[in-house]
């Protein structure tokens, strides 16, 4: 338990105004010259926190709108073994970011208004205890999703029930309600006793200033025989209010750490190895298929070499050079054929992937749904890793702060340093963490945002059923009579690639004229009174 102590009075020097000066500056520490910049960079931090988190939930809303998925927080997911409640991580990460750096900016504004302009010393601890409320619960949040994946992989790969789902989502649920509970009734009861505290050492202050006007011939073994039976009082307070703050803040740290260690490095190695698959089947698939256009490219050259050098037999005129010019004029124009056809290359970088993913033409659409899916793992495989690191940083550091206040709370308060160190150590480490990662976050997911928006479009645009007058205009039709040749339809048009298009009503033809569409010549006829 902490406990205060009269320091020593030298002979001749009034003890009762030593005593006074002692306990101001134990209780009203005075900041180091550079704390009031120190506080700035760290309201700059706060509201950062406040617009990247801000935007990034802006960015999940419309990539859910973009991909049309519901955005959600919380849902059971079905699996062979039940129902399992999970959080949708980025959100919840994000949202959980906004409300930490939002009431960091309350806990700066407290230590501002407490050290620098001298107000409201009484309610010091009433943010510095409500502060863990939302690290508290973020920290829980995220470190129980990657325990759960893990726990469900491991049961998928081991066949054996390792925690069943109603006793996963009773502990998901404990942590999220009994932990916020048991933060705000510590900063409650550390709220009541720090007034406590602060106003017994504000009345043992003004009588010890009494005193030492009063009673100043008073020896220092008579002084403090006086002033000893206030002193217990007040270390009576301070004893509770420690005790309180230290076992709590233990408790939390060592639950936080330990549930933070399980899980998330299994999650990223499980998701490595299936970008891995992913990439192994993809360059596996794309070599096959190389494979079995070559070999057809070889069997049509031999196949045209064969013909041109039976022909050139019969007509007794074609040379060596002549086979050897027909034998390389071959392949080449099939080969040509072959470029239209999309390859997923071995360098299967995020560059590469996104430039296939951005190619929307239809004979692309298989090495693109291949590409999006490698893009969606290598993204969440980043964000995973990136949540990971954070979530470690910080529950390391809140269980050394709270093993250090709980081994020895009076070295904590000897100093400003040392009252800054405690207080500020893991704001530091809190802002500059989820700030880092809110900005990769949000720098990742814009990345990969655009291709998400294209190809959310083009399959949209594809499913999605054409109105009657486009419908028409995209039937292909595969005769013309004398009836529409020299009809007076001003509508028709016949549309080719090849020379830019001609009317139909500038061909003269008289008879029946059979057409097959092709790519380079289709022919479009839409009536404006046509019905589907």
């Known amino acids: 338990m902490v406990s205060l102590t009269l320091p020593s009075v030298p002979d001749?020097?009034?003890?009762?105004?030593?005593?006074?000066l002692w306990l101001r500056r134990v209780f009203e520490s005075q900041p180091t010259p550079g704390f009031r910049a120190r506080l700035c960079v760290l309201w700059?931090?706060?509201?950062?926190?406040?617009?990247a988190s801000t935007l990034y939930l802006i960015t999940l809303f419309l990539e859910s709108r973009a991909r049309e998925n519901s955005f959600w927080l919380w849902r059971f997911i079905y699996r062979p073994s039940g129902r399992y409640l999970v959080g949708n991580q980025r959100t919840l990460f994000a949202l959980f970011s906004l409300i930490s750096c939002g009431i960091f900016v309350g806990y700066f504004l407290s230590f501002d208004r407490i050290y620098l302009q001298g107000e409201n010393l009484s309610d010091a601890f009433v943010w510095r205890s409500i502060i863990w409320l939302p690290i508290g619960t973020h920290l829980w949040v995220?470190?129980?999703?990657?325990?759960?994946?893990?726990?469900?992989a491991s049961q998928t790969a081991v066949g054996r029930q390792l925690l069943g789902p109603t006793l996963a989502t009773t502990l998901y649920l404990a942590g999220i309600i009994l932990g916020p509970l048991s933060i705000t009734?510590?900063?409650?009861?550390?709220?009541?006793?720090?007034?406590?505290?602060?106003?017994?050492?504000?009345?043992?202050?003004?009588?010890l200033l009494d005193w030492a006007f009063l009673r100043a011939d008073d020896l220092p073994e008579v002084a403090r025989q006086t002033v000893e039976p206030l002193l217990e009082v007040l270390n009576s307070w301070l004893g509770q209010f420690t005790m309180q703050a230290d076992n709590a803040l233990c408790a939390a740290g060592a639950v936080l750490i330990i549930a933070v260690n399980f899980g998330g490095f299994a999650v990223v190695h499980a998701l490595h190895r299936q970008i891995k698959f992913h990439i192994?089947?993809?360059?596996?698939?794309?070599q096959k298929n190389r494979g079995r256009r070559q070999s057809l490219s070889i069997d049509v050259g031999v196949e045209v070499e064969t013909r041109e050098t039976g022909t050139a037999g019969r007509a007794r005129e074609a040379t060596v050079e002549d086979q050897g010019r027909t034998t390389t004029e071959g392949p080449p124009s099939h080969s040509?054929?072959?470029s239209h056809y999309a390859e997923i290359p071995a360098d299967?970088?995020?560059?590469?992937?996104?430039?296939?993913?951005l190619d929307s033409s239809p004979i692309n659409s298989a090495a693109r749904q291949k590409a999006m899916r490698l893009l969606e793992l290598r993204k969440v495989e980043r964000d995973v890793l990136a949540l990971l690191v954070v979530i470690v940083l910080m529950a390391s550091i809140c269980l050394g702060i709270a093993l250090w206040i709980a081994v020895a709370p009076t070295s904590v308060y000897r100093n400003w340093t040392t009252i800054e160190v405690a207080y500020f150590v893991v704001p530091w480490m809190y802002l500059c963490s989820v700030d880092a990662a809110l900005t990769f976050l949000l720098f990742n997911s814009l990345r990969h945002f655009a291709p998400v928006r294209r190809?959310?479009?083009?399959?949209?645009?594809?499913?999605?059923?054409?109105?009657?007058?486009?419908?028409?205009?995209q039937v292909p039709i595969l005769y013309r009579s004398q009836e529409h040749t020299n009809g007076a339809s001003p509508h028709c048009t016949e549309e080719a690639d090849g020379d830019g298009g001609r009317s139909s009503s500038d061909s003269e033809s008289s008879e029946e004229e059979v057409q097959t569409p092709t790519s380079d010549d289709v022919v479009i006829c839409l009536e404006p009174s046509a019905k589907v």
Do not use: D, K
Request: glycine share 6%.
């Open 336 to 338: 040509h054929a072959h």
């Open 142 to 152: 995220s470190s129980w999703a990657n325990l759960q994946a893990t726990i469900i």
């Open 12 to 20: 001749g020097e009034n003890a009762y105004l030593r005593w006074a």
């Open 185 to 207: 009734g510590l900063a409650i009861a550390c709220s009541i006793y720090w007034t406590r505290t602060w106003r017994a050492q504000e009345r043992l202050e003004y009588a």
């Open 280 to 286: 192994i089947g993809a360059i596996t698939s794309s």
């Open 455 to 473: 190809n959310a479009q083009s399959a949209a645009e594809a499913n999605v059923p054409l109105p009657a007058a486009q419908a028409m205009a």
């Open 44 to 51: 700059t931090l706060s509201g950062f926190g406040v617009v």
């Open 348 to 357: 299967l970088s995020s560059g590469a992937l996104r430039r296939i993913a």
